[in-house]
């Protein structure tokens, strides 16, 4: 395979304006988001100076996603999606007004968690929207490469945005990054104005019996459903976040800057995967998505193990940038094998998975280490995905077809 074919295809911000408009304000407003979330969680922990309510920003964050995520996926594929997507973004943009001027005015803690909560009810219908424009904008053969590069659109945003928030609150303050927030906005606004109707396939059941509905499908489709149990078998067994400060304290000398590096390895990790991503969105998306979850599995279980910090990072790395090959995967799988009348409800159980499986899974770490070690931890979560991912696999016959 040349060089050319190994790395990210680019082909669909070449052949379609409107994702390429697409990809480039969700870059932007990603940037932004990233910025915010450090501001929230600065602006909390100087009001309060306490971890629960620091805590209690990740949660407002999530529970609107988790709670309200299926409905606002029923409503998905109910409606227009590209006003539906419109309007979502209208009102993030109205909370990042109102972050913005609670941040010059000096607002309480209680009232920044409020505003972060009704944002995240917005994202909870964005997000489903977003990911069902990929089918309407993309020609099949286009989707792997389409969906690689939101990867490393959103692994960009992850990298840079944090780091460019603590700069910009340094320089100028809490309110100075929420006001970037707010900017960004403007360019996710636009793409989205431009995007073409994207009417639904079919009316659809309305409320709690659209809801249903999607369930029966996600529950009765084997390889979407084999999609998301291998998210959650990944996730939900092997999530090794929690456990970094406990195993740099029981393996690595206690070194804060070595356990800065354990976080970014895996980032690096995956930024590289998805450089390279022509090695395999041109494949299966199954039998990639299978082998990138063995490779999360084993490699985390190894980093339980790993004789020195070098080792441990690199093996992070490989972690990262398994994670990548299993999410674009597993996304493939659920695009090409959901009729669009459910993908907005099917996007929404892959949000709500992507949401809820790493918060749950660093919650089962902690327990486990709380009564033996961090490595014990690691190794048993990264065999136990290994278990879990090759029982799914071994049961799902279509996520192993060509």
């Known amino acids: 395979m040349g060089l050319s074919r190994a790395l990210i295809d680019v082909t669909p911000l070449r052949s379609s304006a409107d994702f390429r408009r697409l990809w480039i304000g969700q870059l932007c407003s990603g940037l932004g988001g990233q910025m915010a979330l450090v501001a929230v969680l600065y602006q909390v922990w100087e009001a309060t100076h306490s971890p629960i309510w620091t805590g209690a920003a990740g949660m407002a ?9 299926l409905f606002a996926g029923a409503l998905v594929d109910r409606v227009d999606r590209r006003r539906f997507y419109l309007i979502t973004k209208v009102g ?12 010059f005015t000096g607002g309480p803690p209680l009232l920044v968690l409020a505003l972060v909560a ?69 360019v996710a606004l636009w ?51 929690s456990l970094f400060p406990m195993i740099n304290a029981e393996r690595f000398g206690d070194d804060p800057r070595t356990l800065g590096l354990f976080l970014s390895a895996i980032a690096v990790g995956g930024v590289l995967a998805s450089a390279l991503s022509g090695t395999f969105t041109r494949l299966s998306p199954g039998p990639v998505m299978i082998t990138g979850s063995l490779v999360w599995g084993v490699s985390l279980a190894l980093f339980g193990l790993a004789p020195g910090p070098w080792t441990g990072l690199a093996l992070l790395a490989v972690a990262g940038a398994a994670d990548t090959m299993a999410v674009i995967g597993r996304s493939t799988v659920i695009q090409t094998h959901t009729p669009d009348a459910y993908l907005g409800r099917a996007a929404a159980a892959e949000q709500i998975a992507g949401q809820a499986g ?45």
Do not use: K, W, Y
């Not at 964050?61 to 995520?69: D, K």
């Not at 990042?96 to 941040?103: D, K």
């Open 191 to 241: 793409a989205a104005i431009r995007l073409p109707p994207m009417p639904p396939a079919e009316s659809g059941l309305p409320g709690l019996h659209g809801v249903a509905a999607g369930l029966r499908f996600l529950t009765t489709s084997p390889p979407v459903r084999g999609a998301l149990l291998t998210d959650l078998a990944a996730t939900v067994l092997a999530m090794p976040i």
């Open 358 to 402: 790493p918060d749950v899974g660093n919650l089962r770490g902690g327990l486990v280490a709380a009564g033996s070690t961090a490595s014990l931890a690691l190794v048993s979560g990264g065999l136990l995905c290994v278990l879990a991912v090759t029982a799914i696999a071994a049961l799902t016959p279509a996520l192993r077809r060509r």
């Open 61 to 69: 964050q999530a529970l609107p996603i988790i709670v309200f995520g």
């Open 118 to 186: 009704v944002q995240a009810c917005f994202v909870a219908g964005g997000g489903p929207a977003a990911r069902t424009f990929l089918s309407r904008l993309l020609p099949p053969d286009q989707l792997g490469a389409g969906l690689a590069l939101n990867r490393i659109s959103f692994q960009g945003s992850m990298l840079l945005g944090p780091a460019l928030g603590g700069l910009v609150i340094a320089e100028f303050g809490v309110g100075a990054s929420f006001l970037i927030h707010t900017v960004t906005f403007t």
């Open 92 to 103: 993030q943009a109205v909370c990042a007004v109102l972050l913005t001027a609670q941040a």
